[in-house]
């Protein structure tokens, strides 16, 4: 079975860091591009970040562009999200999705976790 | 940047068909993807590359994808559809979701 298991979200101060995992597995981990997506509290999802398969590639929001770095471990079959200088707003839960193709497939994502929920305190 | 717009609400009543629109800057020359998500749940993916239905998706769910519109068709709707759903795309390296749309089934 494909599973994917964020951790690590958690209460921050505005203008702190987080760092958050994704654990795979069931999947070649290393053939898919992964991508996270948050969703602020009773809104809509927002794309954030996504690697290809080798991580050679990362493509980011406007949003977060500069403060957030994402990354992955194909040796333990982890993604990661590095946070940094956190606003308010960015509260939400954020999910790690798998892409649906291969190492270099962006278009859409067809495993998606159960997500973390990062909560910015100003 | 690039922006897709779906209305916030669509309504159906059960058994007819629902059409969900995302509309985009030459959406039609991109991928469109779908999304399902029901409260408290993570998103489903129903529908990518326009048309394709991934392993476990009904046939009564189908898309479509031309010129500025990409459109979410629901056959023989059911109860069980009653849920938020997202299109996406990808544009300029970076990916993008329109607003949502609630699906209600009265």
């Known amino acids: 079975e494909v599973l994917l298991l964020e951790s690590g979200g958690g209460l921050v101060q505005r203008g702190g860091s987080l760092r958050l995992s994704c654990a795979a597995s069931?999947?070649?981990?290393?053939?898919?591009?992964m991508t996270w997506v948050r969703q602020a509290p009773g809104k809509g999802l927002e794309w954030v970040s996504a690697?290809?398969?080798?991580?050679?590639?990362?493509y980011y929001a406007d949003s977060v562009k500069g403060r957030f770095t994402i990354s992955r471990d194909n040796s333990k079959n982890t993604l990661y999200l590095q946070m940094n200088t956190l606003r308010a707003e960015e509260t939400a839960v954020y999910y790690c999705?798998?892409?649906?193709?291969?190492?270099?497939?962006?278009?859409?994502?067809?495993?998606w976790g159960q997500g973390t929920t990062v909560t910015v305190s100003s | 940047s690039y922006e897709l717009t779906q209305p916030p609400s669509v309504s159906v009543s059960p058994g007819q068909t629902a059409s969900i629109t995302c509309s985009g800057d030459?959406?039609?020359?991109?991928?469109a993807s779908w999304y399902q998500q029901k409260p408290g749940q993570s998103p489903v993916l129903v529908i990518y590359?326009?048309?394709k239905r991934p392993s476990g998706i009904p046939e009564r769910f189908s898309g479509s994808n031309s010129g500025n519109t990409a459109t979410l068709t629901i056959s023989g709707t059911q109860a069980m559809d009653e849920a938020d759903y997202y299109c996406?795309?990808?544009?300029?390296?970076?990916?993008?979701f329109g607003g949502g749309t609630k699906l209600t089934v009265l």
């Open positions: 999705a798998k892409g649906a193709i291969n190492e270099n497939y962006y278009y859409a994502m067809d495993v």
């Open positions: 069931g999947f070649t981990f290393s053939s898919y591009a």
């Open positions: 690697i290809s398969g080798g991580g050679g590639s990362a």
């Open positions: 030459k959406l039609g020359d991109k991928y």
């Open positions: 590359e326009d048309t």
């Open positions: 996406q795309a990808w544009d300029s390296s970076t990916g993008v």
